[in-house]
């Protein structure tokens, strides 16, 4: 009986702990903000995780300036979208919206709506304040 008990702790210490190394070799990314649009025909989203966010600067609602303009914000997203999702299209900005995130501290980001020119469609991109843009995907069902 003791040798099974042995054998069967030695066992579960070897599973556990290959378990925990694979845990470490895909680690979870753990969402703050996501926000999602359809966009012809499917759902896009633009996901901003914990570590993502708290790379990024502080920022507060008292501010009178943020360490990405708005305008260049715009910008990039305008190249994103031309560059990396469909150049054949003339894109337009149709929304810029600055969110708060509170966790540890308070940081702020953009979510750029932008449409191809002329068509019902829109896409939302996303930029930290550290001028990472967060592009959208296609949501995992």
């Given at each position: 009986m003791?040798f099974?008990?042995?054998y069967?702790?030695t066992?579960l210490?070897i599973?556990?702990?290959?378990?925990?190394?694979f845990a470490?070799?895909?680690?979870?990314?753990?969402?703050?903000?996501?926000?999602?649009?359809p966009f012809?025909?499917?759902?896009?989203?633009?996901?901003?995780g914990?570590d993502?966010i708290m790379?990024?600067?502080?920022?507060?609602t008292s501010?009178k300036?943020?360490p990405?303009?708005?305008?260049?914000a715009i910008?990039?997203?305008?190249d994103?979208?031309?560059?990396e999702f469909?150049s054949?299209?003339?894109?337009?900005v149709d929304?810029v919206d600055l969110?708060f995130?509170?966790?540890?501290s308070?940081h702020c980001?953009?979510?750029?709506?932008?449409?191809p020119?002329?068509?019902?469609?829109?896409?939302?991109?996303?930029?930290?304040?550290?001028?990472?843009?967060?592009?959208p995907?296609?949501?995992?069902?």
């Open positions: 003791e099974k008990m042995k069967s702790t066992l210490i599973i556990l702990s290959s378990s925990l190394a470490q070799d895909t680690p979870e990314r753990f969402i703050i903000y996501s926000t999602s649009t012809y025909g499917k759902e896009m989203v633009v996901e901003f914990h993502e790379d990024s600067p502080i920022c507060r501010d300036q943020f990405i303009k708005q305008s260049d910008s990039r997203a305008l994103w979208a031309k560059k469909d054949s299209k003339e894109w337009q929304s969110k995130i509170y966790i540890e308070q980001l953009y979510i750029i709506g932008l449409s020119k002329n068509e019902m469609q829109s896409l939302n991109v996303g930029l930290l304040m550290n001028g990472k843009l967060i592009a995907v296609a949501k995992q069902k």
